[in-house]
């Protein structure tokens, strides 16, 4: 390891950490077929949902071959497979690491571990691209999908929130002289309810809502918040214009809609697809079948394949109960993850 240069950078505390010999920037952009020279990007995050001190409650814990812990199957242990699987390829007969040759027999390696992707990624995102523009590709240590499948296809998401305006009045004295936010709320959410469409993995989820100040007072103001996910692209623009073209059912009412897809989908892209056939060569030369699955959460390899570069997710191991109380990795998975990211990384050569 004693190639690795490591740094933290802007607000968010983004650990990058380089071996091999990486291009100049910007040397590798537009290079993104396996074997033209752009270094491989190994992509997460550090950050959990869980509070500090969370580990005092729900500590470190082995039982029936599982590792319990805050965040350890999302995703410490990919932190720790990646971490594991470079210092086998470093530590190798025949790998030579003088500071000069350093990286022969390994291709160029980049590891991003940023610290906000449960919160959106808003300080790491423009980095996360600028690093993944000069790839070849970008493998996500995501835990992986029950039966350690991959992922090749995660659903956009978007938030947005509604707020409607309407006229207080008196709710017995002068009910006609009001028009009611919350009745024309009520109206909206059917209109968004209705621009689900499961076939195509459209959804519509209407989470908060809240507005009015009494029961006998017509309501002047209420207000929605809403998440949405999208399989494609052209479903995220729709569904954008979908909702920013909702109306007002009467004149005395006005809406008002912010918020958009935030996370654009991670889509099965030819890119996509070579990439997986890639490292399910290396699975089964290993003895194992590697099997391939859709996310309906986003990760930062939303925004990596969104450019157009070869992304693999769910590489991290396998485990079960992300952001939930029994959240744990099985043990005897990670060595094999070690190995097998190893393997693939050394594909690249
Ligand atoms: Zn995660």
């Given at each position: 390891m004693r190639t690795f240069r490591a740094s933290d950078r802007r607000r968010a505390a983004i650990t990058c950490?380089?071996?091999?010999?990486v291009g100049k920037r910007g040397k590798g952009q537009g290079t993104r077929e396996k074997g033209q020279g752009g270094p491989i990007l190994l992509l997460g995050h550090f950050d959990t949902v869980w509070p500090v001190g969370t580990l005092e409650r729900m500590p470190l814990e082995e039982s029936d071959g599982r590792l319990h812990g805050p965040g350890i199957f999302d995703m410490k242990s990919g932190i720790a497979v990646s971490m594991l699987a470079m210092r086998a390829l470093h530590e190798a007969p025949g790998h030579r690491s003088s500071s000069r040759n350093a990286g022969v027999g390994i291709p160029p390696v980049v590891m991003l571990w940023s610290s906000d992707e449960e919160i959106g990624s808003g300080t790491s995102r423009t980095l996360i691209e600028e690093e993944a523009r000069r790839t070849t590709a970008v493998l996500v240590l995501e835990p992986s999908l029950p039966g350690g499948a991959v992922k090749t296809s995660r659903k956009g998401v978007?938030?947005?929130?509604?707020?409607v305006y309407?006229?207080?009045?008196?709710?017995?004295?002068?009910?006609?002289?009001?028009?009611s936010a919350i009745h024309e709320l009520a109206r909206q959410i059917l209109a968004l309810e209705a621009l689900q469409d499961p076939v195509r993995g459209l959804t519509v989820n209407v989470g908060v809502i809240a507005g009015g100040t009494r029961p006998n007072v017509v309501a002047d103001r209420a207000a929605a918040r809403i998440d949405v996910r999208v399989e494609t692209m052209a479903d995220a623009v729709l569904l954008e214009a979908a909702i920013q073209a909702l109306r007002p059912s009467r004149p005395a009412i006005t809406l008002a809609i912010a918020g958009g897809i935030e996370r654009p989908p991670l889509e099965r892209s030819a890119g996509v697809?070579?990439?997986?056939?890639?490292?399910?060569?290396?699975?089964?030369?290993?003895?194992?079948?590697?099997?391939?699955?859709?996310?309906?959460?986003?990760?930062?390899?939303?925004?990596?394949?969104?450019?157009?570069?070869?992304?693999?997710d769910g590489l991290g191991p396998q485990g079960d109960g992300a952001h939930a109380l029994h959240e744990h990795v099985?043990?005897?998975?990670?060595?094999?993850?070690?190995?097998?990211?190893?393997?693939?990384?050394?594909?690249?050569?």
């Open positions: 950490a380089r071996t091999g010999r978007g938030e947005f929130e509604l707020v309407g006229v207080s009045a008196h709710a017995g004295l002068d009910p006609g002289k009001g028009a697809v070579r990439l997986y056939e890639q490292a399910r060569h290396v699975a089964a030369d290993m003895g194992r079948d590697l099997g391939e699955g859709a996310a309906g959460g986003g990760s930062d390899g939303n925004f990596t394949a969104a450019l157009g570069v070869p992304t693999l099985l043990i005897e998975d990670l060595c094999w993850r070690a190995a097998f990211l190893a393997a693939l990384i050394q594909s690249f050569i």
